[in-house]
C-alpha cells in the first residue's frame, strides 16, 4: 500500500513504527504534508538567521517568534488547520525572501534556505522534503530526535513569550539547531552531541517559562483540586499556556459557565492568581481517563 504521509514524532505512531496513511490523532496527509513543508522551510530561514547573527546582523524578536510559533503548530494536536499552516508558509517565505536581501552571497545556502515556491508547489515540495528524505536511518533518527526537542522546548518559549519573557540565547540556538538538522557534513556524533544540547535548553526554557508564570500569577501552593463535574456548562482546557486559561476565566466569569483543566494544565489550580475566579471548578483529566 502506498504511503499516503509519513508522522512518527508521537508515542501513539501506528504500528509503533509511524503513521502513513492517516495519523491516529487524526491527522489527515494533506496537513502533515504542509507541516513538513512548514518545519522544511523554517530550518531553512533559521540558515538564514544563524548567518545573519554570524556576519553581527540584530534578529528581532519578532522573527524568533515568527520561527518558535512555526514549530509550535506543528506539535502532534496542536494543529489541523491546513490553511492556517498553509497561511504559516507563506509569511516564512516572505520574511525568508526579506532578510536574504541582506546576505550578499547565498550561493552556498541550503536549499531550503532560499528556495520560495509558488503555492502551487506547496504539495510537490513538501513530498520531496518529509522526515523520510533523510535516507540514513541513524541520521534521520537524530535530525528528527532534535527536531522534536526543539518543537518542546518552542512551546514552552512560546508560552513564555505570551507573558512577555525571552530569552536571546535560547531562540539564537533553536535557530542554530534546526539549521544543523539540514547539514550534511555532521554524522552520528555530531547529532548526538547536538540531542545533548538541545535537552540542556530544554531545561533552561522551563526555568524562563517557570520564572514567567511565577511573576504573572505567584508561586505555587500545594492545593486540593476537585475531580468531580458540577451541573453547569463546562469548557474543558488543556495544555500549558496560563495565559490562554487567565483570558477564559476573564471571559466567562459570571456567565455561568464552568472552567475545568485536563491534563497538564492541572498544575494551574495551585497558582493564587486563578484561585479568584469561582468558575474555575476543578480538573476534568482524571474522570476522563476513568
Known amino acids: 500500500m502506498e504511503n499516503k504521509m509519513f508522522c512518527y514524532q508521537c508515542q501513539e505512531t501506528a504500528g509503533c513504527t509511524g503513521c502513513t496513511q492517516a495519523g ?3 491527522k489527515k496527509p494533506d496537513v502533515a504534508a504542509m507541516q513538513d513543508l512548514l518545519v522544511y522551510l523554517t530550518k531553512g530561514l533559521s540558515v538564514v538567521t544563524t548567518l545573519l547573527r554570524g556576519e553581527g546582523t540584530e534578529v528581532t524578536p519578532e522573527i524568533n517568534h515568527k520561527i518558535t ?3 509550535f503548530v506543528t506539535i502532534t494536536n496542536a494543529n489541523f488547520d491546513r490553511e492556517a499552516i498553509v497561511e504559516r508558509i507563506r509569511e516564512t517565505l516572505a520574511v525568508k525572501q526579506e532578510l536574504l536581501m541582506k546576505i550578499k552571497d547565498v550561493s552556498g545556502l541550503p536549499e531550503a534556505a532560499v528556495w520560495n515556491g ?3 508547489e506547496f504539495a510537490g515540495k ?3 522534503v518529509g522526515v523520510l528524505s533523510t535516507e540514513n536511518e541513524d541520521i534521520r533518527s537524530l535530525r528528527e530526535l532534535i527536531t522534536y526537542g526543539l518543537k518542546g522546548l518552542s512551546a514552552y518559549s512560546k508560552h513564555a513569550n505570551a507573558l512577555l519573557k525571552d530569552d536571546d540565547e535560547t531562540d ?3 535557530q542554530r539547531a534546526l539549521a544543523s538538522t539540514l547539514d550534511d557534513s555532521l554524522g552520528a556524533d555530531d547529532l548526538v552531541a547536538l540531542a545533548l544540547e538541545t535537552g540542556k535548553y ?3 526554557v522551563m526555568a524562563l517559562l517557570d520564572k514567567a508564570n511565577t511573576e504573572a500569577y505567584g508561586n505555587p501552593e500545594i492545593t486540593k483540586v476537585n475531580i468531580g463535574v458540577g451541573k453547569n456548562p463546562g469548557i474543558l482546557i ?3 499556556d496560563l495565559r490562554d486559561l487567565e483570558m477564559l476565566l476573564k471571559q466567562t466569569q459570571g456567565t455561568g459557565v464552568d ?4 491534563s497538564e494544565m492541572l498544575p494551574a489550580h495551585y497558582y493564587l492568581a486563578f484561585k479568584k475566579y469561582s468558575n474555575f471548578v476543578g480538573n476534568y483529566g482524571n474522570a476522563w481517563w476513568k
Do not use: M
Open 24 to 26: 491516529v490523532c487524526g
Open 69 to 71: 510559533l512555526n514549530l
Open 118 to 120: 509558488s503555492e502551487d
Open 126 to 128: 513538501a513530498a520531496q
Open 172 to 174: 539564537a540556538f533553536l
Open 202 to 204: 530544554g531545561v533552561n
Open 238 to 240: 488543556s495544555g500549558h
Open 259 to 262: 472552567v475545568y483543566t485536563h
